[in-house]
Nanobody, 121 residues
């Protein structure tokens, strides 16, 4: 089974930085899109950033200029560097991957278990 393992969450003061990492493992032929989503208490899950296999990135307006996403296709990993964090960034952050398990089947969506990011004011 494909698994996504996240790391790097924690507690930081406003203005600080954190780096989230996610590693995909299991029967992976190729990963198309990878991304980070977040869900704050009482709110719906929202996209933070997504990155294509060619490393084209798209960011939510709320994090543009503060967050940077990168991926390593050889290692099936993705990272999210978060700078100038704000209390509004507090949420559980989830890693996402669109995975081909073989070249002849359609890709499936996988999610990590989530990692808590808390930004204090």
């Amino acid at each position: 089974q494909v698994q996504l393992l996240e790391s790097g969450g924690g507690l930081v003061q406003a203005g600080g930085s954190l780096r989230l990492s996610c590693a995909a493992s299991g029967p992976i032929f190729r990963i198309r899109t990878m991304g980070w989503y977040r869900q704050a208490p009482g709110k719906q899950r929202e996209v933070v950033a997504i990155i294509s296999s060619g490393s084209t990135t798209n960011y939510a307006d709320s994090v543009k200029g503060r967050f940077t996403m990168s991926r390593d296709n050889a290692k099936n990993t993705v990272s999210l560097q978060m700078n100038s964090l704000e209390p509004e960034d507090t949420a559980v952050y989830y890693c996402y991957a669109e995975v081909y398990r073989s070249p002849v089947v359609r890709p499936s969506d996988y999610w990590g278990q989530g990692t808590q990011v808390t930004v204090s004011s």
